[in-house]
């Protein structure tokens, strides 16, 4: 084998797949099976090192071969920045869900490439698509909502920048793993309609995009361990979506048997050895698995080396470049573009610094660290600019701001009263919800939530300011959804803030004081009582998933939301006219006319939703199919245009195995948020 062969140049598909053969023909069994084990080898020891003593603080690796001169993958995991060194913390993924700027994720994700890189990973793993079928899930803030067609969207704009570095982008976890503490039993039962339907058109869209692997999840799917699934990894990914990428397991306990695992189609057991190496060679040997089904899987791990570890560079990658000046600029305006403006009570925000003069900053949130869970999506940044810093750096010595972090609710009450204006920071923190990890000690997080509201000690501290002070403005951070029934109506103002990274403090700021518009818009639903969820048992052995949920099923039950799927308001307002439809070439084009009504500059989301109202089948009321981030000028008018394929209507027979478009009339709806009262509508037939 020549060195010469990971040089890196220009090469056509034909010739990585010719290279590719020419390999695997030259290698002993013993060869292909390194190439589908990570290099480590797996020990109770070696697991408490990773998760105790720096998870990820180097790149994990699988397939080198030093006798052929096969480099191996080199895994980062993520998804809210480079998990390695010190990189740049960038705001959670829900939280960039939430500024529903594609260009924007793909700037990120861009940034990570090169951060990967310049740490010496050609492999991410932190594209998370799974779908938030109920906001108690732990994890949430790893992923980028409630909707399959915007998990789509985002991934595929992560998968875009990530690989336009020659790193290979890993979209995980496969599939439908939504729940967290019960990840490695819960067995998940769901119809075909629903899987096909609900919880795998993201996952496709980001292979059509051209992901390079998959990540199995630990779950179950209708009796089988996802990383036993043949129906999952065989015929849906490589036969039915033609993947010709690779697939890995979750960490460590992905698999429990590798005869079923590669016969499945898992292609590599990261990051340990446990049972493929030695003990997948001996069962080749032992002609209990094909030879052929090793020759197949180590393809298409040599395919995708070659394809990107050989591939041309379009810049060099200096260590240097991490967490530089330009990338946490890059993570600040994404926590601006990404904060979500609920409510504003006589335009309470932007704060008028000429009238008000003592600000009171009220909870041990406002000035704690709180970029999110300490799991494997943990980034080791720097620095974190607290609200309360992020407050006093803009400020100054303009207004006055007194500090009381809720300790003592008699403070908390003299300090409110006393203010011109309360700004009460609080909400979720590292414990209340995240990667569930009870064995690992320190790493340990809240897993899946019992509540969606705020803890009691945090409601008596924003209760006791708000009694105070009717000029109280409430910041949330989280990953998901927070209940506020309680006290919404006695806030003036609520914003959410999310896990917004580390220069999060000092968005927060800009948006509180005017010097940035809010343009957020929810990326999931809040809804008004808990009990209009679907059912969730976060220590459940078995579940079955819906066709319905988020604001598919509050439309369907006619439930009033709190906050509807895609709201936010911002300190300007939009009006919406003039909807029009083209059908042509299979493709139906709306264009609608946006007018910035008020005298400063904002961005708006422009939702665009099909109806299937007259469908002869179970559906939703209307699905997300299109959305535009623009921006205008005061008392600017834009036509906003959008197309939306035909493919896009289609639902899945699960009579004829196949996708199917009914010959009916749709409704296309458009506005700026998922609720119907929002939302202009014209009918088309197709």
Known sequence: MTVEIWQRQKRSEDEINKLARKILAEMTLEQKVNQMSGDSFYTKEAVDNMMENGYNLEPYYAGRDEELGIPPIAFTD?????????????????????????????????????????????????????????????????????????????????????????????IKHFAANSMENARFKVDVNLDERTLREVYLPHFKRCINEGAASVMSAYNKVRGKYCGHNEYLLSKVLKEDWNF????????????YDGEKAAKAGVDIEMPFTMHYGDKLKELVEANKIEEEIIDKAVLRILRQKLKFITAEDKQNYALSMVACKEHRELA??????????????????????????????????????NTGDRGSSNVRNEYTVTPLEGIKNLVGRDIKINYQDGSDLKEVARVASAADLVIVITGNRTGDEGEYLEDFGDANNGGDRDSLTIAEEEYEILDTAINENENSIVVLTGGSVIMMEEWKERAAAILIAWYSGMEGGNALARIIFGEVNPSGKLPFTIPSSEEELPFFDKDAEEINYGYYHGYTLFDKEKYKPAFPFGYGISYTSYSYDNLQTELKNEVITVNIDVKNQGDIEGEEVVQYYVGFSNSKVDRPLKLLKGFKKIV?????????????????????????????????EYEIYVGPSSDTKDLLVAKINI
């Open 244 to 255: 010709d990428g690779f697939v890995i397991t979750d960490f460590v306990f992905g698999m």
């Open 632 to 664: 205008l000028a005061p008392q600017e008018t834009k036509t906003v245009s959008c197309d939306i394929k035909i493919d896009e209507l289609a639902y899945y027979n699960d009579k004829t195995e196949k996708w199917e478009i009914e010959d009916i």
């Open 78 to 170: 993520g998804p809210r920045g480079i998990v390695m060194g010190n990189s740049t913390c960038f705001p959670v993924s829900m939280a960039r869900a939430a500024s529903w700027d594609i260009d924007l994720e793909e700037r990120i994700a861009d940034v990570m490439g090169i951060e990967a890189r310049a740490q010496g990973a050609n492999y991410y793993g932190g594209v998370c698509i799974n779908l938030l079928r109920h906001p108690a899930w732990g994890r949430a803030q790893e992923t980028f909502g409630e909707d399959p067609f915007l998990l789509g969207e985002f991934g595929s704009a992560q998968v875009r920048g990530i690989q336009s570095h020659n790193v290979m982008a890993c």
């Open 332 to 369: 600040r305006e994404s926590a601006e573009k990404s904060m979500v403006l609920l409510k504003n009570q006589n335009n309470i925000l932007p704060i008028n610094t000429d009238e008000v003069k003592k600000v009171a900053v009220i909870g041990s949130l406002a000035n704690t660290p």
